[in-house]
């Protein structure tokens, strides 16, 4: 029997047939797999495996990421941190601080969210570690929030924010990830309902300034605790008389979880709900007046906003304040560009003492899904500023980009001594506004040649090399004043 080779020693023996002369073109290299015994076959993904075969040979299999995740990449990465870095600086500017925090916790802490709940029962990727703990990674960012509050007992108001991944085993589509990533706020210690408008703004404030028009802000009261009991009570009842009208996947959660059907998209339940008793008729005086200061707060700063009160939201922790805001440009199942509300119970649930809290979650994704529908916040400019393109060796250019760099200017430059038409190519990609080009004559003359790129035309000067950084700088300078 032949030993199985290693993957290793299958990719050694490859690329030793290539380098003896049997090229490197797919169709050769095909070949040169078939000479090794090689087997390259589609899985249904498309993706190509490898299959051990007679000579116990082993193709690398292509990887793709997992099913509802995705790669960003450069350039479109840039709009990542472009909003990430905004997000920060508003908040930041609020007074909420960063919190970073693990990708996974007991799955104690997120059953909190409520047994009912989509996210907990049905979506949550969770299982046993190598020391038996059961774990789950974080579907959402509240409750990992809520458990650092209740271990650290930090001074309140504690304002924090967030930038981080979420996990939800959800039917993967554009719009919703089995990975998506939220930034968000959380506010705890404070019942003042001013609070609940900076929340608010905070994040109306952000979808606003990426220039987002096609945005609504719905708004609703969950009550306080008694005001939920009673309500419940009424809607339970509500839908056990007409328990034959709703959609038969709804049917099981009338009578266990009936604020979960408020939220359904089905329409025969929709049909059901659109009639049944609303929660902003059964809130008491103190709930009524809160929301009332809530409202007048918003339209004080100008924040337009729709009262939806079937708004319960997809989490059994709210209480008074719930808020999402939509957008117009996207399909109406994904369209939720931010979701939040008030949890004044769930620092208790996780062991900590009685305090209140609001916060809201945006996803990135979705947020940047709803800025290419509208045409705004396009990728950001290049950090690279100059490309050098050296056609002498490549010292010059490892000086010159470090000298660049030091002076505080973005600088890139080709490796492996490309020709000059190719450096061009990656100087015109980098996104760089001036090219410094160092080829046999600037080095017998003690020069460079200085280039506009992009659409600014292709104007070049010679640059005596001890002056060249000092005569980007001005360049540059008079670029971003034109
Ligand atoms: P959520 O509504 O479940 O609330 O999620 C917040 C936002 O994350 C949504 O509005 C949406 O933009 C985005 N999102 C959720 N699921 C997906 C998905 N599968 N794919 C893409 N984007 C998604 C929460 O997570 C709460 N923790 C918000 C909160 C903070 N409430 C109080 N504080």
Redesign the pocket.
């Known amino acids: 029997m032949i030993a199985p080779l290693s993957l290793r020693s299958s990719r050694c023996e490859t690329s030793l047939l290539l380098m003896t002369g049997h090229g490197s073109t797919r169709a050769t290299r095909e070949g040169a797999n078939e000479r090794l015994g090689i087997i390259r076959r589609r899985n249904r993904g498309g993706t190509f495996t490898g299959a051990p075969v007679a000579s116990g040979v082993v193709a690398s299999p292509l990887f793709k990421a997992p099913k509802g995740t995705h790669d960003v990449l450069p350039p479109a990465s840039k709009r990542w941190e472009a909003l990430v870095a905004r997000f920060a600086r508003q908040v930041e500017a609020a007074g909420y601080g960063l919190v970073q925090q693990p990708v996974f916790e007991e799955i104690a802490v997120f059953q909190r969210l409520g047994a009912g709940t989509d ?1 907990v029962s049905k979506e949550m990727y969770d299982f046993q570690d190598k020391g038996g703990r059961h774990v789950a990674l974080r ?5 990992s929030v809520v458990r650092a509050f209740a271990q650290y007992r930090p001074p309140t108001p504690w304002k924090v924010w967030y930038a981080a991944p ?1 996990f ?1 085993y ?1 039917r993967a589509q554009a ?4 990975q ?1 990533h ?1 930034v ?3 506010a705890l210690g404070s019942a003042d309902p001013d609070l609940d408008v900076e929340v608010i703004a905070l994040g109306w404030e952000l979808l606003a300034s990426l220039g987002l028009k096609g945005v609504l802000l719905l708004l609703n009261s969950m009550g306080d605790g008694d005001d939920r009991c009673r309500y419940v009570e009424e809607l339970r009842r509500f839908l056990g008389q007409h328990r034959h009208d709703l959609a038969d996947e709804d049917r099981p959660n009338a009578d266990a979880h009936p604020l979960r059907l408020l939220d359904s998209k089905r329409a025969a339940t929709k049909a059901v709900v659109a009639a049944a008793p609303r929660i902003l008729d059964h809130l008491s005086d103190g709930a009524t007046a809160r929301f009332a200061r809530v409202q007048a707060g918003l339209a004080a700063l100008h924040i337009p906003f729709v009262l939806e009160p079937r708004l319960v ?3 059994d922790y ?1 209480g008074h304040t719930t808020f ?1 805001v939509q957008s117009s440009a996207l399909e109406s199942a ?1 369209s ?6 008030r ?1 004044d119970g769930l620092v208790e649930e996780m062991g900590g003492p009685p305090t209140p809290g ?6 990135i ?3 940047l899904l709803a800025c290419d529908a509208e045409g705004v916040f396009p990728v950001g400019q290049s950090a690279v500023e100059v490309y050098v393109v050296d056609v002498t060796g490549g010292e010059a250019a490892r000086q010159l980009t470090a000298e660049l760099r030091g002076d505080g200017i973005g600088a890139d430059r080709s490796f492996d001594d490309r020709p000059m038409r190719a450096q061009m190519k990656l100087a015109d990609r980098s996104g760089a506004r001036l090219a410094l080009i160092v080829g046999p004559q600037e080095v017998a003359d003690g020069t460079v040649s200085v280039r506009s790129l992009g659409g600014e035309g292709r104007e070049q000067v010679s640059v005596g090399r001890e002056k060249v950084v000092h005569h980007v700088k001005d360049a540059l300078a008079v670029k971003d004043r034109s």
Not at 139 to 143: D, I, N, R, V, Y
Not at 336 to 341: A, I, K, N, P, V
Request: proline letters at 2%.
């Open positions: 996210v579907p959402e960012g509240t409750a979420s939800r959800e719009g919703r990830y089995r998506h939220q968000g706020v959380e939201r997809g989490l709210y999402e994904q939720t560009l931010l979701g939040g509300g949890y609001i916060g809201f979650g945006s996803g994704e979705r947020v």
